[in-house]
C-alpha cells in the first residue's frame, strides 16, 4: 500500500540525455512537490502543483519541466542532462492539515548519476 | 523567506544514552516546525510537528522536542537512543502567513546525521 511512489529508483544516464521521472500518489492529496537532495543531502524544494496547476516554481533550469496528467500524479522530466543535476529527487504529497498548515509526504526517492 | 539551521552535522552517541539535536530558525512571521527522519536509502518520515499549543511536542518512536519562540529553536530529544535511531535527521519550517500560493512550502535545514553507537 505504497502512499507516494517513484519510478524508477536508481536512473543511470550520460551527458546530454532526456529522462524522466514518475511520481503517484493514492492518498488523494491536491498538491505534490519535487523536492532535489544533492550530495550533501541538503533538501530544496523545485516545484509544487496543486489540482494540476504549477503554484511554486524555484529558480530551476528550464530543462527540467514538471507534468501533472492527474492531481494523483507528478512526473518530472530533464533534457540534455549535466553533471551537476546528480542528486537524489523526492515527490511529496500533501494534505491540509489546520488552517495553512500541510503534512507532506514522501515518496523513497530516485537516485539519479549523470555520468 | 525562511532559514533553518541545524548547528550540528553529526552527532555520535553510544545506545542508551540521552540526545539532543539543536535547529534554529530565522523568520519575520510565525511558523510551523516539523522535524523528519530520513532512514539510509529511504524517503523522509514526519518524527514530529509544532503548529500551536503546548511548546512540548511528542512524536513517534519516543522523540519529542520543544518550541522555544524566544530563542527561535526547535531542539529534538530523546532520553536513550537505540542503534535503530541511526539515521539523518531534518528540522524544517513552513510560514503562517496563510497564502494559498505558498502551500505548505517547507524550508529544509541541512541535516544532522545521529549515528548510534553499541
Known amino acids: 500500500d505504497t502512499a507516494v511512489s517513484q519510478t524508477p529508483k536508481y536512473l543511470v544516464t550520460q551527458m546530454g540525455n532526456d529522462k524522466s521521472i514518475k511520481c503517484e500518489q493514492n492518498l488523494g492529496h491536491d498538491t505534490m512537490y519535487w523536492y532535489k537532495q544533492d550530495s550533501k543531502k541538503f533538501l530544496k524544494i523545485m516545484f509544487s502543483?496543486?489540482?494540476?496547476?504549477?503554484?511554486i516554481n524555484e529558480t530551476v533550469p528550464n530543462r527540467f519541466s514538471p507534468k501533472s496528467p492527474d492531481k494523483a500524479h507528478l512526473n518530472l522530466h530533464i533534457n540534455s542532462l549535466e553533471l551537476g543535476d546528480s542528486a537524489v529527487y523526492f515527490c511529496?504529497?500533501?494534505?491540509?492539515?489546520?488552517?495553512?498548515?500541510?503534512?507532506?509526504?514522501f515518496g523513497p526517492g530516485t537516485r539519479l548519476t549523470v555520468l | 523567506a525562511q532559514s533553518v539551521t541545524q548547528l550540528d552535522s553529526q552527532v555520535p552517541v553510544f545506545e542508551e544514552a540521552p540526545v539532543e539535536l539543536r535547529c534554529n530558525y530565522s523568520?519575520?512571521?510565525?511558523?510551523?516546525l516539523f522535524w523528519y527522519v530520513q532512514y539510509p536509502n529511504q524517503g523522509l518520515q514526519l518524527l514530529l510537528k509544532?503548529?500551536?499549543?503546548?511548546?512540548l511536542v511528542k512524536g513517534i518512536n519516543g522523540f519529542e522536542a520543544e518550541f522555544n519562540k524566544s530563542q527561535t529553536s526547535f531542539h529534538l530529544r530523546k532520553p536513550s537512543v537505540h542503534i535503530s535511531d541511526t539515521a539523518e535527521y531534518f528540522c524544517a519550517v513552513s510560514d503562517q502567513l496563510g497564502r494559498g500560493s505558498t502551500l505548505g512550502r517547507l524550508y529544509f535545514g541541512r541535516g544532522t546525521q545521529l549515528t548510534v553507537w553499541p
Open positions: 511529496a504529497s500533501s494534505r491540509r492539515v489546520a488552517g495553512e498548515v500541510y503534512e507532506q509526504f
Open positions: 509544532y503548529l500551536s499549543g503546548s511548546t
Open positions: 523568520s519575520s512571521v510565525s511558523v510551523y
Open positions: 502543483y496543486n489540482n494540476k496547476e504549477l503554484i
